[in-house]
């Protein structure tokens, strides 16, 4: 690399594009090499500006990708943001699979591995935790209270569990019952929390009275009580005899949790949630990219991706219906799509191509630019599976060659992940992980995944997020 590039104020992300990013505030009048340009006007950290001479009505290139259009004439160096750029609807793409490339798998004993917890039906946790959900925000004090109680020093005599984690929602009490979407939904949630194989077995809190009534919602989901999955009913005892029971019932669980421990597995078992978050415009540059580098690291060895935020991908769309497998899977996507802009018509809320006010001061000019970043977290490989909300992941890399589950979305809107996980490679080859949470406290967690779900982390002990 040379002097020149190694100190240039602007990066190019693609050979074709006109415009190029500023890595740090530009005064006016600055020449930039190698661009050989002088800049027309101060350029703020992380915003555009024109590398030639760009007509108006012709296009705004970024990632090679049209990002929008000329409002006016622009001579080089010239600020390409909102007043400069026009941004119209792009038209449902109908290259259906164009850029579809099988990707291929490294043979099972090439694989990366790390160390899980198998189990009894495959599965592999990262982690070992007894979950306390609740069915409604009415059992939500009993369920922080059983597991306030477990703390390091009473999970002393279990190293192999990482703590007792109260899950809890403000729903599932005054709101419509059956079968109704939000209940639905609701229920797909818990279970998914329950189901999850970060969770060693579940003590099911409710209130008694709720319209998300325990039985019923054990009955939707399947669920079957038996040494590692309870259900506690606090209007059959009351709620301090409640939270001693549950204690009771917590304490008989852990020695069954503690008797799994780690081992080696393959990559093959991991299922990683990808989202944004405070989006500017390096974020599609570098941390978002290098993301998409490990998934399809993780893809290759038989791993699943999920892209997630339906509404993060609108007008990017076409970039992920031609990777997709088949026709069905890129229709499914757009269905997903068109949804949300119909439920948005005649409410106080917009989909319709701006940006947040802070996405914006970052430099992102409209929502086309901050999707194509978005994209970039799954990586290159092909779009094999789109998922409703909270709907659980069935397919993946290791089930056979016809049914390879190469990347997937599954679309929980502004949902946030129970654990975001940074992966990484150790000097050994084997993969690593680091749990990142915000808001940190022994028993104050407070993780919000969207204006509705949080879950509250009491986790004690070792391995602690």
Known sequence: MSEATEKSPVIRLDAHDNVVVARVPIA??????????????????????????????EPVRKYNTIIGYATRDVVPGTHMHNDTIRFDRVEHPTDFCEDYHPVELLAPEQRRTFRGYVRPDGRVGTRNYIAIPVVSNCAATVARRIAAHFTPEALSAYPNVDGVVPLITTLGCGMEKGTALAMTYLRRVIAGHIRNPNMAGALVCALGCENNNIDVFFEAEGFVEGPMLHKLTIQDMGAPEAVRRGIAIVEQMLPLANACTRSEVSVEHLNIGLQCGGSDAFSCASANPALGKAMDTLVRNGGTACLSETTELFSAEGVLVRRAN??????????????????CKGKDMQINGKVTPGNNAGGLTNILEKAMGSVKKGGSTPLNAVYGYAEQITEHGRDSAVRRRLQSLYFYDRSRLLLWLAIFLNDQGRIQFAAVYQNAGRYGHQRRYDHRWRTDTGAGGRGDF
């Open 326 to 343: 088949s026709r069905e899977t890129g229709e499914r996507l757009l269905a997903a799509l068109q949804w949300w802009l119909d439920y």
């Open 28 to 57: 006016k009048g600055t020449m930039l090499h190698p661009e050989n340009i002088v800049v027309q006007s101060d350029i703020p950290l992380g915003h555009k500006l024109a590398t030639c001479a760009i007509a108006k009505d």
